[in-house]
């Protein structure tokens, strides 16, 4: 296989990966397995990267790697949007969570205390 098939597919594996976004419980090893996927998929390109000669002669192999690499970028933002809204969930949870366990943080003033201006 030529390097080009094998960005192929690396990219096309990592497709497949990207189509389900697991729970949160098995959300370490899917990122994990994505990081494996993209490290690999960049050996790839830097491979292509360094050729001196490299030259699509297919160019059914080109629109075929631009086009995975659009749907991987379109999956990836998905997944990363996905995990922000789990993390902004979570910071909503952790501050309602402050607020029910000191409800008058917020109405605390400092009384009695005086500030002497002079020297």
């Known amino acids: 296989m030529s390097v080009v098939e094998d960005l192929l597919v690396a990219s096309e594996a990592l497709l497949v990966h990207l189509d389900t976004i ?21 050996n790839f390109i830097r491979v292509l990267s360094n050729l001196k000669e490299f030259n699509l002669e297919n160019d059914t192999l080109k629109d075929r790697v631009i086009e995975l690499d659009k749907d991987v970028i379109n999956r990836l933002n998905k997944v990363m949007s996905v995990i922000k809204g789990d993390i902004s969930e979570l910071q909503q949870m952790k501050r309602r969570e402050k607020s029910y366990s000191n409800p008058y943080a917020a109405t605390q003033t400092i009384d009695g205390i005086y500030f002497d201006n002079k020297k």
């Open 22 to 42: 697991p729970s949160e419980d098995k959300r370490d090893e899917f990122i994990e397995r994505i990081e494996v996927l993209l490290d690999e998929r960049e």
